[in-house]
C-alpha cells in the first residue's frame, strides 16, 4: 500500500511552482497523528512558488489531523472543508491558507470533474 501522504508532499516538493497558489504567501505546518507519533511537514508558498520540508518550524497555519484523514484527502477521497466543518482538520492561524492548500488537493477518484480544484 502507498503513502498517500508522503506522496502528496513529494510531488507537491518536485513542482517548484504553483499556478493555483500564485495569490498567496507563507507556511503551513501539518501534524499529522498516527497513532502515539506524530508526522510533521512545512509547506512554504511564496506566490506560488512551493516548496516541502519535513518536520516542524515557524508557521503561519498549523493543520491538525490524524494521518488516516490526511491519506484521504491526499488520495482525494476526502474533502479538505468538509473535513474542517466537522472537526476533524484542525486549523490553528491563518485560516486563508487553509482555503488555498484546499486547491492543491485531488479531486474524488474516478470523476471527470475535479471537486477541489478549479
Known amino acids: 500500500m502507498t503513502d498517500a501522504t508522503r506522496q502528496f508532499f513529494e510531488d ?3 513542482r517548484g511552482h504553483e499556478p493555483l ?13 498516527d497513532g502515539e507519533r ?3 511537514w ?9 516548496s516541502v ?17 490526511f491519506d484521504r484527502m491526499a488520495a482525494g477521497e476526502q474533502n479538505t472543508m468538509t473535513a474542517a466543518l466537522r472537526g476533524e482538520l484542525v486549523c490553528i492561524g491563518d ?3 487553509l482555503l488555498a ?3 492543491l488537493f485531488p479531486g474524488p477518484p474516478n470523476s471527470s470533474v475535479n471537486g477541489t480544484r478549479p
Open 42 to 50: 512545512l509547506l512554504t508558498i511564496d506566490r506560488g512558488d512551493v
Open 38 to 40: 506524530t508526522e510533521r
Open 21 to 33: 497558489m500564485s495569490k498567496f504567501s507563507g507556511r503551513v505546518r501539518f501534524e499529522l497523528r
Open 12 to 14: 507537491l516538493g518536485v
Open 53 to 69: 520540508s519535513r518536520g516542524g518550524g515557524a508557521a503561519a497555519c498549523t493543520i491538525r489531523a490524524d494521518k488516516e484523514l
Open 101 to 103: 492548500i484546499g486547491r
Open 95 to 97: 485560516p486563508d491558507l
